[in-house]
């Protein structure tokens, strides 16, 4: 629902990977794909507010921000509470710089007042084209080859699915087959269709039909963490207050230390991704990967820390937040032949020290916000950690522990199908095309090359929409 793109040096990164995408040729996507809701007077006297060259008005996706937001100025308390931290006003955190602090827009129909998603925005309003059928409650199992290869390269001739009533149908392709499965399944639909590393193919009995070691490795997400407080009011309404932190905002005088260290440590980090792939990953891929990302926290000063403020009710006020440039990488691949059974996946949360630092250092930051007025003013106990557990000033070791047995999934998962070269471990090119096939491509949050900071369906909307001019151009 939250709808927040990127950093611009996040998305210009790519194409220093083995791609051609930049922000500003990826900006028009965006708009391309956007229905903007302007929003009302009300709405911006609560804090709804935008630049409009930054948004397409006439896109399938609706953007804005509910009817009934969040009132008793809300919005202006929070404002005064990041002004006191030194955090200021973004005006519009869709612009390619998120910093700072933001009543968020979502992707709602605010005429209907329903959560907008993928079916309203793309498939409804054409489900009666003629040559579009979508088969619900329909499981790919794996794709299916043409027997002659096309210029040396496989050929998919279309897709196997499973029926919810156990029938097995098998759909031609003519032209292609695109996959979007998302991080934790197009990999597997890939692996189960021989394309993927040998070794864990041949593991299950898979003919390699393209040898390509780095499909479902690359694994990346983020950690969240909620913390709870008692409230003193209850502020009724909808909406989001997000703010963002870069890592001079978190870490003030020990950034350039910390950013010291964590380049000492690239090398290391390396080793230890790679060691954790099973020698899968190459080194010196792996090196230029994390020096890219380093450059992106350190010097462009991309922002590190996303803290959600939920409005405050009767009971209990939640910060829920997360470090946004994690470097650690796991990876999902197939355990088995068959396509139901589970996948052997492996986040490795935590694996390299600078994960964990990134949200020691966003967690001090929350509480932080939560001690400062005016907010603190309408906050009483912190329940969750609580100072009994996590005392005031507590070191980072205890901050560590507590974080550690508190987190969960970001639901942020990206890369196991890149979108890099096949030096840097890729699986897609440019037009989304997996290597070494002459038809398949892979269109979802599985090619995005490492995260971003923004929450991702409007980057994926965005590539989408250049995905399908991709592949209409092919056979114009
Ligand atoms: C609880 C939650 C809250 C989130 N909130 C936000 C938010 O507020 N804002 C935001 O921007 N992002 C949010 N995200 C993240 C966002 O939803 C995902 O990043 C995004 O949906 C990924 O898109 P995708 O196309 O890669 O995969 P998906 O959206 O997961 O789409 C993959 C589709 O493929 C289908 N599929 C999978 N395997 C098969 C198969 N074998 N055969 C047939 N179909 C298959 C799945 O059913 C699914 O419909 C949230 C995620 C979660 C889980």
Redesign the pocket.
Known sequence: ????RAETSQIDAWANLGNNITWDSLFPYFKKSEYFQVPTQAQSQKGASYEPDNHGFVGPLAVGWPDEMVGNNFSAILNSTFDSIGLPWNGDPNNGSMRGYNVFP??IDRSLNVRED?ARAYYYPFSLRPNLDVYLN????RLTWEAVSHESQPFASGVV?KHSSGKEQQLSAKKEVIL???????P??LELSGVGNPKVLEKFGIEVKVNLPFVGENLLDQTTVDTTYNATENFPGDGGFVSYFNVDDVFGNNSKTIADEIKQAIPAYAKAIVAASGNITDLSAVEKLLNVQHKIIFEDKAVISEILVNRPKEESSILEYWGLMPVSRGGIHINSSN?SAPAAIQPNYFMLDWDVKQLVGTAQKARSIANTAPLSNFLSAETLPGLATVPANSSNEIWTDWLKSAYRSN????STAAMLSQELGGVVDSDHLVYGTANVRV????VVPFQVS???????YAL?ERAADVIKARYA
């Open positions: 629902m939250t709808y927040l979502w992707t993928a329909a499981f790919v199992e699915c979007s499965a998302g991080s934790l399944r197009s597997l639909i396509a639901f942020h998962y990206v269109v979802d949050a599985s923004g929450h991702l369906t409007s980057t994926l989408a």
